[in-house]
């Protein structure tokens, strides 16, 4: 890894979201994210395709959370 923070790969595994296929199916999320994300899909609040803009969006494409 060129990244000394140690993002973790995330993947969706349901094949029925078309929406999260457009980004590969994966990407990559700093530790401290996992709980944001976890929260927010258990609650239906967002879905895999926000966190995937939201890594797209950053330089090393990392989702890196949404307070940062």
Partial sequence: MSSPH?????REQCE???EF??????FRVMPHGIHEMNAN???A??????FADAARDDP???????AD
């Avoid at 296929?21 to 994966?26: C, D, H, I, R, T």
């Avoid at 609040?45 to 926000?50: Q, V």
């Avoid at 090393?60 to 949404?66: A, L, N």
């Fill in 6 to 10: 140690g993002p973790v790969l995330t």
């Fill in 41 to 43: 899909l258990m609650v």
């Fill in 16 to 18: 029925c979201d078309e």
């Fill in 60 to 66: 090393e494409s990392v989702f890196r959370g949404f």
């Fill in 21 to 26: 296929g457009v980004y590969g199916g994966a």
């Fill in 45 to 50: 609040n967002l879905d895999f395709g926000d």
